[in-house]
């Protein structure tokens, strides 16, 4: 039963670029939720992709983006890179439940994407 | 932001001993968790622990947690090499519709042979 996975591992920008990052959800799972984590630092919320349609954001501004499709796959697209984005980006899926966001799910995590901005 | 603080930052003790993190939050919650990262790879989901509960046990992992001071701690038992390791708290609130988590800072732990 393959967990989650996320592409590319790592990868290097400069600043103004563009990039994309990907997440294949664990087998079973339809929710995909993405966050950013800076060195030393605990994960920091992005946004949350359930029925393709993003149903929650945290404190990001727009040049975060994000996509779910159909096969509940995700992908994150951040424009305009700033060196402050440098971290490692984690996809992490659940499954939503019988109970509308009954708060018991739990997050299965991918390895991350750690994005460098030069 | 984030709600979490945890309490220290980083632990070292020797293999055998027990470790003891903690976590504060600021608002209500509907459960809180617990998170393991190895060298900054994905995190594993250590112990879920329901705001109506006050204590949890896994294998060599007890969380309590005590919604009037707004606190929850973790201990892991017997520590071994392996569990070296940061520690995260996770939260997942009422009030913006339990759609997040959100997560401390962390607390590094190292275990010493």
């Known amino acids: 039963d393959a967990g989650v996975t996320q592409s590319p591992t790592h990868l290097i920008k400069t600043r103004g670029q563009q990039v994309t990052l990907r997440c294949s959800p664990k087998?079973?799972?339809?929710?995909v939720s993405w966050y950013q984590q800076a060195l030393g630092q605990g994960p920091q919320f992005i946004f949350q992709?359930?029925?393709?349609?993003?149903?929650q954001r945290g404190n990001f501004p727009d040049r975060f983006s994000g996509h779910q499709f159909p096969n509940y796959s995700s992908e994150l697209n951040v424009n305009a890179l700033l060196l402050g984005d440098s971290a490692l980006y984690l996809c992490?899926?659940?499954?939503?439940?019988?109970?509308?966001?009954?708060?018991?799910?739990?997050?299965?995590f991918g390895a991350g994407s750690r994005l460098t901005v030069l | 932001s984030q709600q979490g603080e945890e309490d220290p930052q980083a632990l070292s003790i020797q293999e055998g001993e027990n470790a003891t993190m903690n976590c504060s939050y600021k608002?209500?919650?509907?459960?809180l968790q617990w998170y393991r990262q190895n060298s900054g790879r994905g995190l594993v989901h250590l112990i879920l622990?329901?705001?109506?509960?006050r204590e949890k046990h896994s294998g060599r992992l007890r969380v309590t947690l005590d919604t009037s001071k707004k606190s929850s701690s973790l201990l892991i038992t017997a520590s071994r090499a392996a569990d070296t390791a940061s520690y995260f708290c996770?939260?997942?609130?009422?009030?913006?519709?339990?759609?997040?988590?959100?997560f401390g800072q962390g607390t590094r732990l190292t275990i010493n042979p």
């Open positions: 992709y359930y029925e393709e349609e993003e149903r």
């Open positions: 087998s079973g799972h339809d929710t």
């Open positions: 622990i329901r705001s109506n509960e």
């Open positions: 996770a939260t997942r609130g009422i009030l913006w519709g339990a759609q997040k988590l959100v």
């Open positions: 608002t209500s919650i509907n459960n």
């Open positions: 992490a899926s659940s499954l939503r439940g019988d109970r509308e966001w009954s708060g018991a799910n739990v997050l299965t």
